[in-house]
């Protein structure tokens, strides 16, 4: 940051503006609605609503069994992944807001759980959650035209009669040639699978072959024939990276590998209930934020007020960045935003302990500033490191709510630090000590 504190307060000043502008609701003044504005650009796009979670908003949670009793045990896992894919796609295109799918396993029961928070017609989504993935495989038109070779449309392609049924599995694997550098995606076909395979590469050589789950295209632009494969094990080379070949690879294995969903349980969420939690989630948050606040003007007085400030500026920034990144809200992230504000404040207290020593040993106050700062910093660091691990901890392994809480508590600890640091040092310099250098 540049030493010249009037250049921080600026810088402050104009991220306040910027989260006040997202964190916006909307609202109804002398006749003038306000309310924040869309992102819309080419690699960006936010509503910047706020999402809230199943137990906020009302909804559906599904509980349900696959059924793995025809697929080998060595693909199981891949196969509940790949089905969980699915879900998530399905829901998301029936306009399902935020939802959440979740994989449990035991030892013998292998479970989907999704949470679909503010859905509108229940039964349409249960149809969508439970039914089996189709994957087909399509070629060219016989009657496209020359440029849809180079260029094709998904309205370009028909049915090559080759699905999942004929696929037996995708595997992602690093590439052994050294012209197709990166991730390739093998296939393996069964016998029926390969000898239509075979008939299809001989006909349509150096043309692309198009693969779609559900009447979607997947891997697009298309990859190209460009052998006559006669022994039912394909490669699709593209130079993917290792992300992008196992997400397609998952993609193929949820036709190849299809399992039946069972309901076993639903749970509904009225949105009476939804608007209860939403009521006490704002009530605790004003209760912890005005006991955090009365607090530090009591014992600090003229230094609190800096914080509570720093505080303030803090409370914007989260629910902004909430809404920008966008997290969903449940009630555990409310009570991880909840605890960081405790947080928030840990690193003042800290250092105004160490400056009010160095005052008492005689230091004038810009020296005392810099000193609580320095001196502060290292516990500050080591305690805000060792919260963040743990978040990190909770976020990998944890589930649903679990995470929720992490997430929220981990973008707290960080923005924490930041005002703690920077917007409490800056407004304590320039209007405390008055004397710039």
């Keep these: 940051m540049p030493k010249n504190p009037r250049i921080v307060l600026l810088f402050i000043i104009c991220l306040t503006i910027l989260a006040i502008v997202v964190d916006l609701p909307k609202i109804k003044i002398f006749g003038f609605n306000l309310s924040h504005p869309k992102i819309n650009t080419s690699f960006f796009k936010r509503d910047l609503e706020p999402k809230l979670g199943l137990d906020l908003a009302g909804g ?87 440029e849809a070779t180079i260029s094709a449309k998904p309205e370009d392609f028909e049915s090559a009669n080759l699905g999942g049924k004929d696929l037996k599995r995708a595997q992602a694997q690093p590439s052994q040639d050294p012209q197709t550098p990166g991730y390739v995606i093998s296939l393996e076909f069964n016998g029926d699978g390969a000898k239509r395979l075979e008939e299809i590469t001989k006909n349509n050589l150096d043309k692309p072959m198009a693969m779609y789950l559900d009447d979607q295209p997947i891997s697009w632009p298309p990859p190209v024939i460009r052998a006559v494969i006669s022994d039912g094990n394909a490669q699709i080379s593209g130079n993917f990276t290792a992300k992008e070949a196992k997400q397609l690879a998952i993609q193929l294995n949820a036709g190849a590998l299809p399992i039946p969903l069972k309901i076993e349980s639903q749970t509904r969420v009225g949105p009476t209930i939804g608007s209860g939690s939403i009521e006490k989630s704002l009530f605790a948050t004003a209760v912890g934020l005005t006991s955090v606040v009365v607090f530090m003007l009591i014992y600090y007085r003229f230094l609190g007020l800096f914080a509570v400030i720093a505080l303030a500026i803090y409370s914007l920034v989260v629910l902004s960045l909430f809404k920008l990144i966008p997290v969903t809200l449940t009630l555990a992230g409310v009570a991880g935003f909840v605890l960081s504000i405790g947080m928030a404040v840990d690193a003042n207290i800290l250092i105004f302990e160490r400056m009010k020593e160095e005052l008492r040993w005689g230091k004038p106050k810009l020296e005392a500033l810099f000193a609580g700062f320095e001196r502060a910093w290292s516990s500050i660091r080591d305690s805000n490191v060792s919260s963040l691990i743990t978040t990190a901890i909770l976020f990998n392994f944890g589930t649903g709510a679990i995470r929720g809480f992490a997430l929220t508590l981990a973008i707290g600890i960080l923005v924490s630090m930041f005002s703690a640091i920077i917007v409490s040092k800056t407004l304590i310099r320039i209007f405390w000590v008055r004397k710039i250098k």
């Design 60 to 146: 559906v949670q599904l509980t349900m069994s696959a059924d793995m009793s025809k697929i080998e045990e060595k693909d199981r896992d891949n196969a509940l992944e790949s089905a969980k894919n699915i879900v998530e796609n399905r829901v998301n295109s029936l306009g399902v807001a935020e939802a959440v799918v979740q994989t449990a396993k035991t030892q013998s029961q292998y479970r989907l759980i999704c949470e679909l928070p503010g859905v509108s017609d229940v039964e349409q989504a249960i149809e969508a959650c439970k039914k089996t993935a189709h994957l087909e495989f399509r070629t060219l038109k016989a009657d496209a035209s020359q």
